[in-house]
């Protein structure tokens, strides 16, 4: 199965902030529906986007468990220790870190630094045969991965040796046999990319982080260790290729070989600045060898992206030296093992883009103009004509575009106050006007409106100049809790007025409505409405009262009826008998 790359993106976590692609100096940064991915056929594992990451989206590949899972087959395994190890663990002595190793289950320790002295070796060799030209060190893959994608006019001048790591790992099996398994330790990434295209050489690399993590699971502590006359590095402890993992420290070792006074070395960190270095440069003119130790990292491999961010890199190269002993007369080394390894120049594909097509790519970002090219690099890219090439090659989104965005939103911001009927006002802490639209200042006067048409927005006017109530703001601004009257009264005027907390105790918003016309109308309303009820209540009241009487006169008619047919007794007179019908016969 495909290893995944060493870096990648933990999409959840990115923050749409696009500052690994402001730091990557080749632009190897994809960005898709707001995440910001790691293009791997561009990268060249220099581990910038990780190290500056704000939000730590940016991961390394967690290489561990298939370390734990090597020390369970058969096979030896060896670990390759990077040199920079001292000034990772400082309290800790060799002897220590040997043993705390091999307590994980390690077979022997080895110290990269002898494969750096192979390379050395080599590297002396070749020098003193005078060829003239540049020749560009090895010993960095972040820099043999730049050379051979962004500076392939130069990828040959790379010196055809392997790198300190494989020259190590092909030392270890040399002197173990080729059935051994070997893990590098250190503070870069890129040896993992270097893992997975020699997998015949080292089978994992890990990060001090990573052993970091390894030791406390299996609770370590390498200062507390108390090792034997068995903890030594193996085969040999390493001399001067200690001083490989500080600046300069590679040419310090070649010239401890012989008499270079016929070359000349130049020392290179940061890959923008090897790009600076060697982009557009002619070497025909060159009549002598210039060697350039080129160093992804600066400060050396003491300030690659895995390494401590607690120490200063001087300190870091302090303690590296101090536990280096230089010889005082050039050494007699001679290489050990063969180390040759042929770089080919693989440039990175740059699309050609017609001249039309970027127009229309910068249209849709409102760059109508050149004078709209504002260059910021606040979406990552060092141009505006760079950043619409990205897009047409679907590596960037309009929405990266920092100024076209803010435009947008506030084009959509005053289209929206335009047509609010209310106004509407935006006050700081100072109570300076931010912005207004031109319903507010139409209505408080003349005055304001005419303001407003030479100051849209009213921008830093003082709001005590425009309205009365700032007492109502200050208020807000202390609570951060919204305030709402439904009429306040304003001189012969009512408004209806919110307030309420934009960022708390800086800036407040206010939405005011006047509403004196619509609560005219409801006087009004209810002025007519109580004169029908009053109305309808005299016309009850008369027809009440009509009603009355008749059912008064009514009653005393129907008294003096039944009164003429009482009797003298008071009583009712009986009725008549019914006559009886005759019976059929």
Same mark, same amino acid.
């Given at each position: 199965?495909?290893?995944?790359?060493?870096?990648?993106?933990?999409?959840?976590?990115?923050?749409?902030?696009? /500052?690994?692609?402001?730091?990557?100096?080749?632009?190897?940064?994809?960005?898709?529906?707001?995440?910001?991915?790691?293009?791997?056929?561009?990268?060249?594992?220099?581990?910038?986007?990780?190290?500056?990451?704000?939000?730590?989206? /940016?991961?390394? +590949?967690?290489?561990?468990?298939?370390?734990?899972?090597?020390?369970?087959?058969?096979?030896?395994?060896?670990?390759?220790?990077?040199? @920079?190890?001292?000034?990772?663990?400082?309290?800790?002595?060799? =002897?220590?870190?040997?043993?705390?190793?091999?307590?994980?289950?390690?077979?022997?320790?080895?110290?990269? &630094?002898?494969?750096?002295?192979?390379?050395?070796?080599?590297?002396?060799?070749?020098?003193?045969?005078?060829?003239? #030209? !540049?020749? !560009?060190?090895?010993?960095?893959?972040?820099?043999? @991965?730049?050379?051979?994608?962004?500076?392939?006019?130069?990828?040959?001048?790379?010196?055809?040796?392997?790198?300190?790591?494989?020259?190590? $790992?092909?030392?270890?099996?040399?002197?173990?046999?080729?059935?051994?398994?070997?893990?590098?330790?250190?503070?870069?990434?890129?040896?993992? =990319?270097?893992?997975?295209?020699?997998?015949?050489?080292?089978?994992?690399?890990?990060?001090?982080?990573?052993? %970091?993590?390894?030791?406390?699971?299996?609770? !370590?502590?390498?200062?507390? *260790?108390?090792?034997?006359?068995?903890?030594?590095?193996?085969?040999?402890?390493?001399?001067?290729?200690?001083?490989?993992?500080?600046?300069? #420290?590679?040419?310090?070792?070649?010239? &401890?070989?012989?008499?270079? @006074?016929?070359?000349?070395?130049?020392?290179?960190?940061?890959?923008?600045?090897?790009?600076?270095?060697?982009?557009?440069?002619?070497?025909?003119?060159?009549?002598?060898?210039?060697?350039?130790?080129?160093?992804?990292?600066?400060?050396? $491999?003491?300030?690659?992206?895995?390494?401590?961010?607690?120490?200063?890199?001087? #300190?870091?190269?302090? %303690?590296?030296?101090?536990?280096?002993?230089?010889? %005082?007369?050039?050494?007699?080394?001679?290489?050990?093992?063969?180390?040759?390894?042929?770089?080919?120049?693989?440039?990175?594909?740059?699309?050609?883009?017609?001249?039309?097509?970027?127009?229309?790519?910068?249209?849709?970002?409102?760059?109508?103009?050149?004078?709209?090219?504002?260059? $910021?690099?606040? $979406?990552?890219?060092?141009?505006?004509?760079?950043?619409?090439?990205? *897009?047409?090659?679907?590596?960037?989104?309009?929405?990266?575009?920092?100024?076209?965005?803010?435009?947008?939103?506030?084009?959509?911001?005053?289209?929206?106050?335009?047509? *609010?009927?209310?106004?509407?006002?935006?006050?700081?802490?100072?109570? +300076?006007?931010?912005?207004?639209?031109?319903?507010?200042?139409?209505?408080?006067?003349?005055?304001?409106?005419?303001?407003?048409?030479?100051?849209?927005?009213?921008?830093?006017?003082?709001?005590?100049?425009?309205?009365?109530?700032?007492?109502?703001? /200050?208020?807000?601004?202390?609570?951060?809790?919204?305030?709402?009257?439904?009429?306040?009264?304003?001189?012969?005027?009512?408004?209806? !007025?919110?307030?309420?907390?934009?960022?708390?105790?800086?800036?407040?918003?206010?939405?005011?409505?006047?509403?004196?016309?619509?609560?005219?109308?409801?006087?009004?309303?209810?002025?007519?409405?109580?004169?029908?009820?009053?109305?309808?209540?005299?016309?009850? %009241?008369?027809?009440?009262? *009509?009603?009355?009487?008749?059912?008064?006169?009514?009653?005393?008619?129907?008294?003096?009826?039944?009164?003429?047919?009482?009797?003298?007794?008071?009583?009712?007179?009986? +009725?008549?008998?019914?006559?009886?019908?005759?019976?059929?016969?």
């Amino acid at each position: 199965m495909e290893r995944q790359y060493p870096i990648y993106t933990v999409d959840a976590e990115c923050q749409d902030c696009y /500052k690994c692609l402001r730091q990557c100096p080749v632009k190897a940064i994809r960005v898709e529906e707001g995440h910001a991915r790691v293009a791997p056929e561009a990268c060249v594992a220099c581990g910038g986007c990780v190290a500056v990451c704000p939000a730590r989206a /940016k991961h390394i +590949r967690n290489d561990l468990n298939r370390a734990k899972h090597l020390l369970t087959l058969q096979a030896p395994v060896y670990a390759s220790l990077a040199p @920079s190890w001292v000034s990772e663990f400082p309290d800790v002595n060799a =002897a220590q870190m040997i043993a705390a190793l091999r307590h994980l289950g390690f077979a022997g320790v080895g110290e990269t &630094a002898l494969g750096a002295q192979e390379v050395s070796s080599a590297v002396a060799a070749a020098l003193s045969q005078h060829t003239p #030209g !540049i020749h !560009i060190s090895s010993a960095c893959p972040a820099v043999v @991965s730049f050379v051979c994608k962004y500076l392939p006019e130069h990828a040959a001048a790379i010196t055809h040796l392997h790198s300190p790591l494989l020259a190590h $790992c092909r030392l270890l099996r040399q002197v173990y046999g080729d059935n051994i398994r070997t893990v590098f330790v250190g503070p870069c990434i890129a040896k993992k =990319a270097e893992a997975d295209t020699h997998p015949e050489l080292l089978d994992v690399a890990l990060t001090f982080e990573e052993l %970091q993590q390894w030791f406390t699971q299996q609770e !370590i502590v390498p200062a507390a *260790m108390q090792p034997d006359e068995a903890d030594v590095f193996v085969p040999e402890a390493a001399e001067e290729g200690a001083l490989y993992p500080v600046e300069g #420290g590679m040419i310090e070792t070649i010239n &401890a070989l012989g008499d270079f @006074s016929h070359a000349r070395f130049v020392s290179v960190a940061g890959i923008e600045a090897i790009g600076k270095t060697l982009k557009g440069l002619n070497t025909h003119h060159l009549d002598t060898p210039v060697f350039i130790e080129a160093l992804a990292c600066e400060g050396g $491999c003491v300030g690659g992206p895995c390494a401590s961010v607690e120490n200063a890199l001087l #300190g870091k190269r302090l %303690q590296v030296e101090q536990r280096v002993a230089m010889p %005082q007369h050039p050494l007699q080394r001679q290489p050990r093992v063969t180390i040759e390894e042929q770089y080919q120049a693989m440039p990175v594909a740059v699309a050609d883009h017609d001249p039309a097509q970027l127009r229309d790519a910068l249209m849709r970002v409102g760059k109508k103009k050149p004078e709209d090219e504002l260059n $910021c690099s606040g $979406c990552g890219y060092n141009s505006c004509r760079e950043f619409a090439a990205a *897009m047409l090659e679907n590596k960037a989104e309009p929405t990266m575009c920092v100024s076209y965005m803010r435009k947008l939103a506030h084009n959509k911001a005053n289209a929206l106050l335009r047509c *609010m009927p209310s106004g509407v006002v935006i006050v700081n802490a100072e109570m +300076r006007i931010i912005e207004c639209n031109e319903r507010f200042a139409q209505m408080f006067g003349e005055e304001v409106a005419m303001i407003y048409e030479a100051c849209p927005g009213l921008n830093n006017c003082s709001l005590a100049k425009v309205l009365p109530f700032t007492d109502i703001f /200050k208020n807000v601004l202390a609570s951060n809790e919204e305030i709402h009257y439904d009429h306040y009264r304003y001189g012969d005027r009512l408004l209806n !007025i919110t307030v309420f907390s934009l960022e708390p105790h800086q800036v407040v918003g206010a939405v005011i409505l006047d509403v004196t016309r619509q609560e005219l109308q409801r006087d009004q309303i209810a002025q007519r409405a109580q004169e029908v009820i009053r109305r309808n209540l005299s016309t009850v %009241q008369e027809i009440a009262c *009509m009603l009355g009487e008749h059912v008064a006169d009514t009653e005393i008619l129907l008294r003096s009826i039944a009164e003429g047919y009482t009797a003298d007794d008071g009583r009712m007179p009986p +009725r008549p008998p019914e006559k009886e019908k005759p019976h059929e016969t």
